[in-house]
T-cell receptor, first 114, second 113 residues
Framework: GESVGLHLPTLSVQEGDNSIINCAYS??????FIWYKQESGKGPQFIID?????DKRQGQRVTVLLNKTVKHLSLQIAATQPGDSAVYFC?????????????FGKGTLLTVNP | DSGVTQTPKHLITATGQRVTLRCSPR?????VYWYQQSLDQGLQFLIQ???????AKGNILERFSAQQFPDLHSELNLSSLELGDSALYFC????????????FGQGTRLTVV
């Protein structure tokens, strides 16, 4: 596969540990946030989303936390597996505007060691 | 498989040339988005179409253009190519604008030499 980025923040964890990936977003008007996973050689894949009227949302093995006060988003992955190794992006959107674009963060490279 | 198809997967071309990237959205999706991913800029939104009409524009250069056809497939045209245009170009689709759970294709890797 091809590397998505050479200067990404990196997180290395042991298989079975919990992972926490952090993201600071920029636009205080953003009200919809999404985490994407991108494996080498593939396009981004939707993981979980959260609206600004929530501060926590849980999925299967993943939890997203939103702190609007400090414009911070985190993704927690429980019992991390080797298949979780990928680049993780947070994205923000102002769903009330006419521009539906997603603004992506720079990404974090997660490496899971067996 | 996301259901979004992009062709070609790889493209190598010379500076000054023009290329066309093609995207077929998921069946039933009316909205198509184009993104550029480079090592230093990350994922950058370029442009969005909905049912054939342009809905939103991002950081798209004037040398670039796009369109969505009646059958909903989309093409991204890149002209007067420069070395800095080398990147991965992704297409994503969703049922309608504003749906953030967009499904991404595998991308086209463009290399300008």
């Amino acid at each position: 596969g091809e590397s998505v980025g050479l200067h990404l923040p990196t997180l290395s964890v042991q298989e079975g540990d919990n992972s926490i990936i952090n993201c600071a977003y920029s636009n205080s008007a953003s009200d919809y946030f999404i985490w994407y996973k991108q494996e080498s050689g593939k396009g981004p894949q939707f993981i979980i989303d959260i609206r600004s009227n929530m501060d926590k949302r849980q999925g299967q093995r993943v939890t997203v936390l939103l702190n609007k006060t400090v414009k911070h988003l985190s993704l927690q992955i429980a019992a991390t597996q080797p298949g979780d190794s990928a680049v993780y992006f947070c994205a923000e959107q102002n769903s009330g505007g006419s521009n539906y674009k997603l603004t992506f963060g720079k990404g974090t490279l997660l490496t899971v060691n067996p | 498989d996301s259901g979004v198809t992009q062709t070609p997967k790889h493209l190598i071309t010379a500076t000054g040339q023009r290329v066309t990237l093609r995207c077929s959205p998921r069946s039933g999706d009316l909205s198509v988005y184009w993104y550029q991913q480079s090592l230093d800029q990350g994922l950058q939104f370029l442009i969005q179409y909905y049912n054939g009409e342009e809905r939103a524009k991002g950081n798209i250069l004037e040398r670039f253009s796009a369109q969505q056809f009646p059958d909903l497939h989309s093409e991204l045209n890149l002209s007067s190519l420069e070395l800095g245009d080398s990147a991965l170009y992704f297409c994503a689709s969703s049922p309608r604008p504003g749906v953030a759970e967009a499904f991404f294709g595998q991308g086209t890797r463009l290399t300008v030499v």
